[in-house]
């Protein structure tokens, strides 16, 4: 496909429940960002991947989060004994490369609901 | 750390009258990029336009373009010509190490 895609598009668990969400950032972007946006707030800065490597990590909330990468390509966010206040959309970007000069192209992303 | 505030929460225009949207940031790094992104309902984040700071031009894409002031730490956004597709919550964005984000303001355009 041409752009980020995240699945699934939405998704609904029970408090205490682990929940993976799935990235697919476009072909060849080696840097890939996870970023979480609350109920009408602005984006928060989850990781941030270069490659498989996530020197990054400065934005997981806690240690129930955590993100993985595998073959430089997809990368996948697991939230464990979710909470209620994770409930957000989880939002993923990739970009060519982790400089300055790289624009994110974001995917639209993974609405949760932890009731 | 970077910092930036968008002071308004929502704004509302006509439809193809002219619009800015405010934004500032705070940093203390000299090269750095902003961006304007737009959120429409279907969520989706898109690109609106970008700017170096090194560059004094201001970035102009169609009937978008920035008013960046780097001295006053300023990057407003000008929409001319609004159309009812311009609907959305437009965030502000600053780059260096990681991208930080504004709240965000929403913009309804009106016909």
């Known amino acids: 496909g041409a752009g980020v895609s995240q699945s699934p598009s939405n998704k609904v668990t029970e408090k205490g429940k682990d929940v993976e969400l799935r990235c697919d950032p476009i072909?060849?972007?080696?840097?890939l960002y996870w970023y979480r946006q609350s109920l009408g707030q602005g984006l928060e800065f989850l990781i941030y991947?270069?490659?498989?490597?996530?020197?990054?990590k400065s934005g997981l909330p806690s240690d129930r989060f955590s993100a993985e990468r595998t073959g430089g390509s997809v990368s996948t966010l697991t939230i464990q004994r979710t909470q209620q206040e994770d409930s957000a959309v989880y939002l993923c970007?990739?970009?060519?490369?982790?400089?300055?000069?790289?624009?994110?192209?974001f995917g639209p992303g993974t609405r949760l609901t932890v009731l | 750390a970077q910092t930036v505030t968008q002071s308004q929460p929502e704004m509302s225009v006509q439809e193809a009258e002219t619009v800015t949207l405010s934004c500032t940031y705070d940093t203390s790094e000299n090269n750095y990029y902003l961006f304007w992104y737009k959120q429409p309902p279907s969520r989706q984040m898109i690109l609106v336009i970008r700017q170096e700071a090194y560059k004094q031009q201001n970035a102009t894409e169609n009937r978008f373009s920035v008013n960046f002031q780097k001295a006053a730490k300023s990057f407003s956004l000008k929409i001319s010509d609004s159309q009812l597709g311009d609907t959305a919550m437009y965030f502000c964005a600053f780059m260096k190490h990681g991208m930080r984000f504004g709240a965000g303001t929403r913009l309804t355009v009106k016909p």
């Open positions: 072909s060849g972007h080696t840097a």
């Open positions: 970007a990739s970009s060519a490369d982790r400089g300055v000069t790289d624009t994110q192209y």
């Open positions: 991947f270069q490659g498989n490597s996530a020197p990054d």
